[in-house]
T-cell receptor, first 111, second 113 residues
Framework: NAGVTQTPKFRILKIGQSMTLQCTQD?????MYWYRQDPGMGLKLIYY???????DKGEVPNGYNVSRSTTEDFPLRLELAAPSQTSVYFC??????????FGPGTRLTVL | GEDVEQSLFLSVREGDSSVINCTYT??????LYWYKQEPGAGLQLLTY?????DMKQDQRLTVLLNKKDKHLSLRIADTQTGDSAIYFC?????????????FGQGTTLQVKP
């Protein structure tokens, strides 16, 4: 298994641009999560999904959207990028046990 | 609301023991976790403890849980330079069935040779 994969690894956006951060897991996990990690801070939950077709907001959802059309994929969409969205984004997944498995992260800079 | 707090920095000498501390506020926490993040990498689960346990040992790692004081610690015995990383404490609320985790801000462990 590749586990949780994320693309791209790095990206620089201009203010107002849009992009999609991709996340895929091949472990057939029901639950998937998107977190952001700001410098010197812990992870904050943006959105999560308990299964295909079901998504819900986390702590910091503003400025983001998600979809979950398949079990494997959980893309995160930024429509109008702002400097406040400069961060490292982590995707995670879990099955019915409580262990979350994390991807390697996407480092995003908005200038 | 739910909150998890950690000290930000710890420096130890190679071969010493490291103790990283964490406090949390949610009394309904069911699982508490320790994750390790190496530079430029994602989070790696180190160990976890269920809330009805006081202690869990896994090789060089010992987790202690004081549920009364809502205090969690991670002890790394014989700390090595490869243990240098950021360590995150996280808790899973018992009131949530979605598996959401609340993370502390991370403790940077520096191991000096």
């Amino acid at each position: 298994n590749a586990g949780v994969t994320q693309t791209p690894k790095f990206r620089i956006l201009k203010i107002g641009q849009s992009m999609t951060l991709q996340c895929t897991q091949d472990m057939n996990h029901n639950y998937m999560y998107w977190y952001r990690q700001d410098p010197g801070m812990g992870l904050k939950l943006i959105y999560y999904s308990v299964g295909a077709g079901i998504t819900d907001k986390g702590e910091v959802p503003n400025g983001y959207n998600v979809s979950r059309s398949t079990t494997e994929d959980f893309p995160l969409r930024l429509e109008l990028a702002a400097p406040s969205q400069t961060s490292v984004y982590f995707c995670a997944s879990r099955l019915s046990t409580d262990t979350q498995y994390f991807g390697p992260g996407t480092r995003l800079t908005v200038l | 609301g739910e909150d998890v707090e950690q000290s930000l920095f710890l420096s130890v000498r190679e071969g010493d023991s490291s103790v990283i501390n964490c406090t949390y506020t949610d009394s309904s926490s069911t699982y508490l976790y320790w994750y390790k993040q190496e530079p430029g990498a994602g989070l790696q689960l180190l160990t976890y403890i269920f809330s009805n346990m006081d202690m869990k040992q896994d090789q060089r790692l010992t987790v202690l849980l004081n549920k009364k004081d809502k205090h969690l610690s991670l002890r790394i015995a014989d700390t090595q330079t490869g243990d240098s990383a950021i360590y995150f404490c996280a808790e899973k609320s018992g009131s949530s069935n979605t598996g959401k985790l609340i993370f502390g801000q991370g403790t940077t462990l520096q191991v000096k040779p």
